[in-house]
């Protein structure tokens, strides 16, 4: 799908997995999250039927990818697993694009036209920057879980509830 500035989100095939995960891995949020790059991997390669994979390309680069489950959140809406984008590529609207992609896609999930649904994600205490970005991209803060996935990192449950325009 072609976006604005020369922009293009594509649907990741399992030969894209290897390097969404070492790109993943090499960042902060990457190395907290998972133990090993061979671990994230797996998870990825696990999740591939069930889950979303895109990738948002600047030309011919890789800028960020997305990874979402449609019906991840209590069977029904869609939750976001990860959204990532290079750091040489931050603050310049890549974020706001993808997550602009996932609202669309809830809104049409397996082919289906909704007029509203909801996204649900969780974050990281530690993680403010990314907290601040989704407070401005519309997302409410619903409760903070303590040691959701690592014992001592507390996690906010975030959601966004999006309409048809
Ligand atoms: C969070 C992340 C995806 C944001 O991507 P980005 O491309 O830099 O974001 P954008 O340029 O689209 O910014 C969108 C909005 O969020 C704001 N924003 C982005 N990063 C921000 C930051 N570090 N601090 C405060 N606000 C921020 C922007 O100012 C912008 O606001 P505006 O629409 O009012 O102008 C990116 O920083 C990232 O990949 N971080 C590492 C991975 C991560 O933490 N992911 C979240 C996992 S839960």
């Given at each position: 799908?072609?976006?604005?500035?020369?922009?293009e989100i594509?649907?990741?095939?399992?030969?894209?997995l290897p390097v969404?995960?070492e790109?993943?891995f090499?960042?902060k949020i990457?190395?907290?999250y998972?133990?090993?790059?061979?671990t994230?991997l797996?998870?990825?390669?696990?999740s591939?039927?069930?889950d979303?994979?895109?990738?948002?390309?600047?030309?011919?680069?890789?800028?960020?990818?997305?990874?979402?489950?449609t019906?991840?959140?209590?069977h029904?809406?869609?939750y976001l697993h990860m959204?990532y984008?290079?750091k040489?590529?931050?603050?310049?609207g890549?974020?706001?694009t993808?997550?602009?992609?996932?609202?669309?896609?809830?809104?049409?999930?397996e082919?289906?036209?909704?007029?509203?649904?909801?996204?649900?994600?969780?974050?990281?205490?530690?993680?403010?920057?990314?907290?601040?970005?989704?407070?401005n991209?519309g997302?409410?803060?619903?409760s903070t879980?303590?040691?959701l996935?690592?014992?001592?990192i507390?996690?906010?449950?975030m959601?966004k509830?999006?309409?048809?325009?």
């Amino acid at each position: 799908m072609t976006q604005r500035n020369g922009t293009e989100i594509t649907k990741a095939g399992r030969e894209d997995l290897p390097v969404l995960a070492e790109t993943l891995f090499a960042s902060k949020i990457g190395r907290k999250y998972y133990p090993t790059l061979e671990t994230l991997l797996t998870l990825m390669e696990r999740s591939f039927d069930d889950d979303q994979f895109y990738i948002l390309y600047d030309h011919t680069e890789m800028a960020g990818f997305i990874w979402f489950q449609t019906k991840g959140a209590f069977h029904t809406f869609t939750y976001l697993h990860m959204i990532y984008v290079k750091k040489e590529y931050r603050q310049k609207g890549y974020g706001k694009t993808l997550l602009e992609f996932l609202e669309k896609a809830a809104l049409c999930p397996e082919g289906k036209n909704k007029l509203q649904s909801k996204i649900f994600l969780v974050v990281g205490e530690w993680n403010q920057s990314a907290i601040q970005f989704y407070i401005n991209e519309g997302y409410i803060t619903l409760s903070t879980i303590p040691g959701l996935f690592r014992k001592k990192i507390d996690e906010h449950l975030m959601m966004k509830e999006c309409f048809r325009a």
